[in-house]
């Protein structure tokens, strides 16, 4: 499955933003979906995650209650809306495809992921 994330950009302190990762191919209902962010000088980090069904979700501590992951299966495409921004969320964003079993932050289980989009919060 190819990945097109966007809906990126600069956004104020207690801003929102929502983004969304479009995905090719017609089994993407079969493929879990996470997103995770890489901020300059520091690794990649997990965001969130839903499962195949969307009926599964699942946070990192420091986006929780502030991050929500939903997927459109008919649309083919994830999205990731963001509240309560804080400077510290900057960062490229990236979604990520994999077959899971069970949802994992566990970046090298994801198989496919999109080319990114840049958040920056502004303080």
């Known amino acids: 499955v190819q990945l097109q994330a966007s809906g990126g950009g600069l956004v104020q302190a207690g801003g929102s933003l929502r983004l969304s990762c479009a995905a090719s191919g017609r089994t993407f209902s079969r493929y879990a979906m996470g997103w995770f962010r890489q901020a300059l000088g520091k690794e990649r980090e997990f965001v969130a995650a839903i499962s195949w069904s969307g009926v599964s979700t699942g946070y990192a501590d420091s986006v929780k209650g502030r991050f929500t992951i939903s997927r459109g299966n008919a649309k083919n495409t994830v999205y990731l809306q963001m509240n309560s921004l804080k400077p510290e969320d900057t960062a490229i964003y990236y979604c990520?495809?994999?077959?899971?079993?069970?949802?994992?932050?566990?970046?090298?289980?994801?198989?496919?992921w999109g080319q990114g989009t840049q958040v920056t919060v502004s303080s």
């Open positions: 990520a495809a994999g077959v899971l079993g069970t949802l994992t932050p566990e970046a090298e289980r994801y198989d496919s």
